[in-house]
């Protein structure tokens, strides 16, 4: 639950030891290397090595595929990678032509048959083309050019000039036509070798589909050979001496150092500058690991903020619930996560996805029970679902203030993390204070909605008060006492903004209204069919009830990874999480890693 502290490190040695090196640090994989040699921005970690996924897509791509080859001893996968996206780019280049002939083909065509006179022949003279409208031929006739009207139609006249230069514009009533320098029998000569080029190329691609899966299964030594080349353009080189410098885990320094003293590399480590931003790699425990994805969907938060991934997978999780509202629908998705609970043990994204699918179907199963909504239909007030119907949906003064109340503690739960990672205590005192206002607004809220409790809206309006002061002394705590105060007023125009936010979660009651409506409407349609046509009525309401509830559950699934994203990501970050950073991207192999 945390951002795994890095350090910058440095090693060192002969020229003749540098190949060695990176091949005992490619297969360690526990260190980013960071370009020198002038080049200023961080490795991507994947540049060349997408290369060989780009050949294998555009193989896979091919409308007509062969039959698989398995004889690994006459398979080159370095040369199908050659050959794969040199044809690719034949292809792209030689398409492009083709349209651009087709488009010269049709703008030629209505000049009829024509050969260009070779250019001795006309001296200094050339050729300009022009499409005239018949109505500004009278312009054309009084200009001091030399012109032919070579063709006319019901519309246009179709114009030679012949002059040294193109003639000025106000000369002729349109602009000219681009022809190129080719007739229209060189044209389409040309165009008929662009299509049988094409043929060829795509013929050479459907032979070299037979390699796809030898291919396939070489993938990851490709990259792995890529990645390693341009890793050996990441160092400082300067015979007879090599450096290389890296971000690297702190727990895996010691390991590094006591490497390089067996082998002979000098080391160097040191904890990041503050002026520095490394990248980020956060690690949680495996029920949480979702989290991080539901993060850096969005962004990848900076070093130096904080980790907030089991605080999204929760409330994702809580949002999710509030929008889809029926524990009838929770049911369904249960038995599909259920059913589906071994495949997806299967392969590691499953296993990483599997705790936030289960989070979701239990937060959704209570929320519905608390609500009381099966399907759409209310429980008996005498039965135990009944008696555990604790939130009535007709009530809206009741569910929006759950809403503001949840919204309103997520946006108190991100200042208060925002202030928690703070070096100084005192630069956290402005999120802070912004807690300690949202917060007292919800208080103050809470004893104005419940007169037995109106001994809330003095805590909670002393909390406002202190919040707002906290925020305008600590906003800019560093600068003069003159700009301190200007920018902590400033700061207070962030509460309209944070009024807004909580507002925000309002949309979680309206859209957990709306799956409940849709459910009961589908549910009085069905009864209504089933009364009217007695024979056939309670086929078509069956059929009306699936489709329905499909329906709703298909609408309720979406709205709840879109809005509980949303929050998330928008109201919650906005407030908690505000620096972006980039994830961290091992120098590793794919094959045979040691990289936990």
Known sequence: MSIVPLDHVTLAGLSADKERLLDDLHERGCLELIPLGGDTQESSGGGPSSEAREALKFLLSCPQRQHQATNEARFNAE??????????RKIQEREAERDDLLLR???AEPWGEF????????????????????????????????????????RFCYVVVVSATEPEPELMPVPRVHLGARSPRELEQRL??????????????????????????????????????DAARQTFDRDPVFALQAWVPHEYVGELAEYARQNGFVFDSRPPAADESPPTLMRNAPRMTAG??????????????????????????????????????AAVLGLGLLAGWRKLGRSTTGQRYRPLMALIVLASLVYGVLVGSYFGVAPPPESLPGRLHLLDFNNSKLMMGVSVLVGGIHVVLANVMDARRRTDWRDGLAPTGWACAVGGGLLFGAGAAVPAAEWLKTIGGGAVVLGLLLVVVFT????????R??????????????????????????????????????????ADIRSGLPRIGMLL??????????LNLLLGVSSGVIHGLRLNVIEFFNWGLKDEGRRFTPFRRKEGSLWK
Not at 79 to 86: E, H, S
């Open 476 to 483: 800019a705590r560093q600068e003069k006492p003159l700009k």
């Open 485 to 526: 105060l200007i920018y902590g007023l400033l700061g207070l125009t962030k509460v309209s903004g944070a009024f807004g936010d909580v507002l925000s979660y309002l949309r979680l009651f309206a859209l957990g209204l709306a799956s409940a409506s849709l459910a009961m409407a589908f549910n009085d349609m069905a």
């Open 115 to 154: 050969q260009f006179p070779v250019a001795e022949k006309l001296g200094s003279l050339r050729l300009w083309f022009y499409v005239v409208p018949h109505k500004d031929m009278p312009a054309v006739q009084a200009s001091r050019l030399t012109w032919e009207v070579v063709r006319r139609d019901h």
């Open 192 to 229: 008929e070798d662009v299509e049988l080029a094409l043929e060829d190329a795509r013929t050479e691609r459907e032979s070299l589909t037979r390699w796809c899966l030898l291919f396939a299964r070489d993938l990851d030594r490709l990259e792995d050979a890529a990645a390693r080349a």
């Open 79 to 88: 040369a199908v990678q050659r050959q794969a996206l040199g044809l690719q």
């Open 292 to 329: 991080e994805d539901l993060v850096n969907f969005y962004m990848t938060p900076g070093y130096w903020t904080w980790d907030p991934s089991p605080v999204v997978l929760v409330s994702f999780a809580i949002f999710f619930a509030m929008i889809l509202a029926d524990a009838g629908y």
């Open 541 to 550: 309401a069956l059929l009306v009830l699936a489709f329905g509830h499909g």
């Open 105 to 107: 083909t049709a703008a």
